[in-house]
């Protein structure tokens, strides 16, 4: 095994509040923060993560990561992208205008299923008059178990604060949905503070190019992410992506046969329940968008 080129006693212990690409802010003790890179080409560093690095005069290079206790990504063909790392919460932000899309809601939270991570949906925006059609497609999610908070964060977000009180809670969705009018909302401050960072990781522009985290309090953090077009799942096989809906996830082994795909198969009970109004038609064609996309993947690679 190749030998570390770093002195491990001199490395100093940080956490990663900020990220850009393969630059990070570290924050070695509260209000104390440092510009930090990786070395070569590593970029599986990601905000949350607890690090170890090295000084550099008045920066660093991060030589390790700490084991993580979660770590929220997605991935297309080629790579992983990593969102946060050691959240306990990840909290979906949709409004009713612009429209949101209800196959990305459901790949998130397959994501966050899949990572162990549990996943709330705010509807922000609810003073709009297409909140009232957002909820009625979002009531489906309650059922499922999912806690639904609408709010409008330009009026009142006591409905969430109560929600992040004692997690590391991240923020994703599509752009436009409000997620950087909620954490100004929480958190004094936040828009001087994102323009500081933009400066210092060199992003350039005034808005969330580069994932970041916030303290709430003692026990409690909120990171802000760059808004997301779509969610690939390709770290995911089929049988992983049913696992993840958490309506067919107890009915599987309960199919005539064992390696069920859930498609058009006979005694199929994911099938049969779909047929019985149990599972709910939009739910079901997003899973088979999603294996079907995920096997599709998998023939390639074979
Ligand atoms: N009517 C209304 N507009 C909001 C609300 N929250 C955010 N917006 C607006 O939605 C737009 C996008 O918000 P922004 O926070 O930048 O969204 P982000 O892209 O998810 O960070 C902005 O014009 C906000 O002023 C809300 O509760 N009600
Ligand atoms: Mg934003
Ligand atoms: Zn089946």
């Given at each position: 095994?190749a030998r570390p080129t770093y002195d491990a006693?001199a490395l100093?212990?940080?956490?990663?509040?900020?990220?850009?690409g393969r630059r990070y802010?570290v924050?070695?003790?509260?209000?104390?923060?440092?510009d930090c890179m990786t070395r070569g080409k590593r970029s599986d560093v990601?905000?949350?993560d607890?690090v170890r690095f090295a000084r550099t005069?008045?920066g660093g290079i991060i030589e390790t990561t700490?084991?993580?206790?979660?770590?929220?990504?997605?991935?297309?063909?080629?790579?992983?992208?990593?969102?946060?790392?050691?959240?306990?919460?990840?909290?979906?932000?949709?409004?009713?205008?612009?429209?949101?899309?209800?196959?990305?809601?459901?790949?998130?939270?397959?994501?966050?299923?899949?990572?162990?991570?549990?996943?709330?949906?705010?509807?922000?925006?609810?003073?709009?008059?297409?909140?009232?059609?957002?909820?009625?497609?979002?009531?489906?999610?309650?059922?499922?178990?999912?806690?639904?908070?609408?709010?409008?964060?330009?009026?009142?977000?006591?409905?969430?604060?109560?929600?992040?009180?004692?997690?590391?809670?991240?923020?994703?969705?599509?752009?436009?949905?409000?997620?950087?009018?909620?954490?100004?909302?929480?958190?004094?401050?936040?828009?001087?503070?994102?323009?500081?960072?933009?400066?210092?990781?060199?992003?350039?522009?005034?808005?969330?190019?580069?994932?970041?985290?916030?303290?709430?309090?003692?026990?409690?953090?909120?990171?802000?992410?760059?808004?997301?077009?779509?969610?690939?799942?390709?770290?995911?096989?089929?049988?992983?992506?049913?696992?993840?809906?958490?309506?067919?996830?107890?009915?599987?082994?309960?199919?005539?046969?064992?390696?069920?795909?859930?498609?058009?198969?006979?005694?199929?009970?994911?099938?049969?329940?779909?047929?019985?109004?149990?599972?709910?038609?939009?739910?079901?064609?997003?899973?088979?968008?999603?294996?079907?996309?995920?096997?599709?993947?998998?023939?390639?690679?074979?």
């Amino acid at each position: 095994m190749a030998r570390p080129t770093y002195d491990a006693a001199a490395l100093e212990p940080g956490w990663v509040v900020a990220s850009h690409g393969r630059r990070y802010r570290v924050e070695v003790e509260p209000g104390a923060e440092i510009d930090c890179m990786t070395r070569g080409k590593r970029s599986d560093v990601a905000v949350g993560d607890h690090v170890r690095f090295a000084r550099t005069g008045d920066g660093g290079i991060i030589e390790t990561t700490d084991p993580r206790r979660t770590l929220f990504y997605r991935s297309d063909a080629n790579r992983q992208k990593l969102i946060a790392a050691n959240v306990t919460q990840v909290v979906m932000v949709v409004a009713g205008a612009p429209a949101f899309s209800e196959d990305l809601v459901n790949r998130c939270l397959v994501g966050a299923e899949h990572a162990g991570i549990r996943a709330i949906i705010v509807l922000n925006k609810i003073d709009l008059p297409e909140a009232a059609r957002a909820l009625e497609t979002l009531e489906l999610y309650r059922s499922l178990g999912y806690d639904l908070v609408p709010l409008s964060a330009k009026r009142d977000l006591s409905p969430l604060k109560a929600r992040l009180e004692g997690h590391t809670s991240v923020l994703v969705g599509q752009s436009g949905m409000g997620k950087s009018t909620i954490i100004n909302g929480l958190v004094p401050h936040a828009a001087a503070r994102v323009a500081e960072i933009s400066i210092a990781l060199g992003t350039g522009k005034h808005t969330t190019t580069h994932a970041e985290l916030y303290h709430l309090g003692p026990d409690s953090h909120i990171i802000d992410s760059p808004g997301l077009q779509e969610f690939g799942l390709h770290h995911l096989t089929p049988v992983d992506a049913a696992n993840a809906f958490v309506e067919i996830r107890p009915l599987l082994g309960n199919c005539r046969f064992r390696d069920c795909r859930h498609m058009s198969e006979p005694g199929c009970a994911v099938l049969d329940a779909v047929a019985r109004g149990e599972i709910s038609k939009r739910r079901f064609g997003s899973y088979r968008r999603l294996a079907d996309e995920l096997s599709r993947k998998r023939a390639a690679w074979e």
